[in-house]
């Protein structure tokens, strides 16, 4: 079955109103395959400026939120106030929360459960670090970080999976059609038989590391590749054509 196609974008913490404004321009006037999902992860302070300037017709998701509504937590921000922002998504468990800043799977866990309470989607990432590839435990790692998140998750329809392979971001080493296929498709396997059928079928995972212009469409083109996570490109207008890889 083919899922919708889900593009999402990941700022990190890049830009300005200038440069973030320029990309938006260039989006808003592209031509983007409507059958494509576009989301595009804006810093904390942009949020509201990307929503209120980017067409209705694109997403927009927070890079991170904490667990609770509200509190003495300075420096969080909670997925209510995400949503005051009207912004639908928050992007959770990305590599650099788990390895620059040190995010357990059982924080990611809760975050993940309180953002879905809240009534926001989540782009859960999953991703094995190169010595755990080198020592064969890619799934025995992406699978325990799924677990985590699945104990977290009762409504599987606000969530898309993004296998993100750790040695692959930022890196410029693509993993290759066949090596994301491979993992995409155990991924598959395992929500088939930990969560269901159902949702095995209809949960979209997307790859993330290194995805560029240039290899978007060889990527996207594998049975299993439901979309992209895409960093350092969707700063680029070549973001539009990673959108339109399945045009
Ligand atoms: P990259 O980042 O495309 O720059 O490798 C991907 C990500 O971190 O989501």
């Given at each position: 079955?083919?899922?919708?196609?889900?593009?999402?974008?990941?700022?990190?913490?890049?830009?300005?109103?200038?440069?973030?404004?320029?990309?938006?321009?260039?989006?808003?006037?592209?031509?983007?395959?409507?059958?494509?999902?576009?989301?595009?992860?804006?810093?904390?302070?942009?949020?509201?400026?990307?929503?209120?300037?980017?067409?209705?017709?694109m997403?927009?998701?927070?890079?991170?939120?904490?667990?609770v509504?509200?509190?003495a937590?300075?420096g969080?921000?909670?997925?209510?106030?995400i949503?005051?922002?009207?912004?639908?998504?928050?992007?959770?468990?990305h590599?650099?929360?788990?390895?620059?800043?040190?995010?357990?799977?059982e924080?990611?866990?809760?975050?993940?459960?309180?953002?879905?309470?809240?009534?926001?989607?989540?782009?859960?990432?999953?991703?094995e670090?190169?010595?755990e590839?080198?020592?064969?435990?890619?799934?025995?790692?992406?699978?325990?970080?799924?677990?985590?998140?699945?104990?977290?998750?009762?409504?599987?329809?606000?969530?898309?999976?993004?296998?993100?392979p750790v040695?692959?971001?930022?890196?410029g080493?693509?993993?290759?059609?066949?090596?994301?296929?491979?993992?995409?498709?155990?991924?598959r396997?395992?929500?088939r038989v930990?969560?269901?059928?159902?949702?095995?079928?209809?949960?979209?995972?997307?790859?993330g590391?290194?995805?560029?212009?240039?290899?978007c469409?060889?990527?996207?083109?594998?049975?299993?590749?439901?979309?992209?996570?895409?960093?350092?490109?969707?700063?680029?207008?070549?973001?539009?054509?990673?959108i339109?890889?399945?045009?």
């Amino acid at each position: 079955m083919v899922l919708k196609f889900f593009v999402g974008g990941n700022w990190k913490m890049n830009g300005d109103k200038k440069s973030l404004g320029d990309l938006i321009t260039t989006l808003n006037t592209a031509s983007l395959n409507d059958e494509t999902e576009v989301v595009c992860g804006a810093p904390t302070v942009y949020l509201d400026f990307a929503r209120s300037n980017l067409d209705a017709r694109m997403g927009v998701a927070a890079q991170n939120c904490y667990k609770v509504a509200k509190g003495a937590f300075t420096g969080e921000i909670s997925p209510v106030m995400i949503k005051d922002c009207g912004v639908e998504w928050v992007i959770l468990g990305h590599s650099e929360r788990r390895h620059v800043f040190g995010e357990s799977d059982e924080l990611i866990g809760q975050k993940v459960a309180h953002a879905l309470e809240s009534g926001l989607g989540v782009i859960a990432c999953i991703g094995e670090k190169l010595e755990e590839r080198e020592a064969g435990t890619t799934e025995e790692v992406v699978y325990a970080q799924t677990q985590a998140i699945a104990d977290n998750v009762k409504d599987w329809s606000k969530v898309v999976l993004a296998y993100e392979p750790v040695w692959a971001i930022g890196t410029g080493k693509t993993a290759s059609p066949e090596q994301a296929q491979e993992v995409h498709e155990k991924l598959r396997e395992w929500m088939r038989v930990n969560v269901s059928e159902a949702v095995a079928d209809s949960v979209r995972i997307i790859y993330g590391g290194s995805v560029t212009g240039a290899n978007c469409k060889e990527l996207g083109s594998q049975n299993d590749v439901d979309g992209f996570l895409v960093g350092g490109a969707s700063l680029k207008p070549e973001f539009v054509d990673i959108i339109n890889a399945r045009a």
